[in-house]
């Protein structure tokens, strides 16, 4: 089976406005409070910042910090502790937001932006570490 390589691109900051409504429709505001609220869960170091967003070429997207470089990642529930950069933390911390959004709205197109997100994963250069911080 031939895997289709799924690419990311970062939003232009003019079109920064439009891409949470797109993505999360009504539930933009409270996917986006979720997203920074597990970066600092996940990162005691976390102290807030500009994030870039990256549509994916699977209909997918995805928030990531630009202030960092590398970052410690611990997460309790499963034992997860190590470093990534900031790229895999976002993609980290987007997967844990969405899918948390998904419980609290049952919403089946915040599943689908989960399931969109989790494919790009498992292609990552960081995939080992962004796949085990979730597990």
């Known amino acids: 089976?031939?895997?289709?390589?799924?690419?990311s691109s970062l939003v232009p900051d003019e079109l920064r406005m439009n891409v949470l409504p797109r993505f999360l429709g009504r539930h933009y505001l409270t996917g986006e409070s979720m997203v920074y609220e597990w970066a600092?869960?996940?990162?005691?170091?976390?102290?807030?910042?500009y994030w870039n967003f990256f549509t994916l070429?699977?209909?997918g997207f995805y928030m990531a910090p630009s202030n960092i470089d590398r970052v410690h990642v611990?997460?309790?529930?499963?034992g997860y502790s190590d470093l990534m950069g900031a790229d895999a933390f976002g993609i980290t911390v987007t997967l844990f937001a969405l899918c948390h959004l998904a419980e609290h709205t049952i919403d089946d197109a915040i599943v689908a932006r989960y399931h969109?997100?989790?494919?790009?994963?498992?292609?990552?250069?960081?995939?080992?570490n962004i796949l085990r911080a979730i597990d």
């Open 116 to 128: 969109q997100l989790r494919e790009f994963a498992a292609q990552h250069v960081e995939a080992a």
């Open 1 to 7: 089976m031939l895997e289709i390589k799924i690419n």
């Open 40 to 49: 600092a869960r996940l990162c005691c170091s976390y102290e807030g910042g």
């Open 74 to 78: 611990r997460w309790h529930m499963n």
């Open 57 to 59: 070429s699977n209909g």
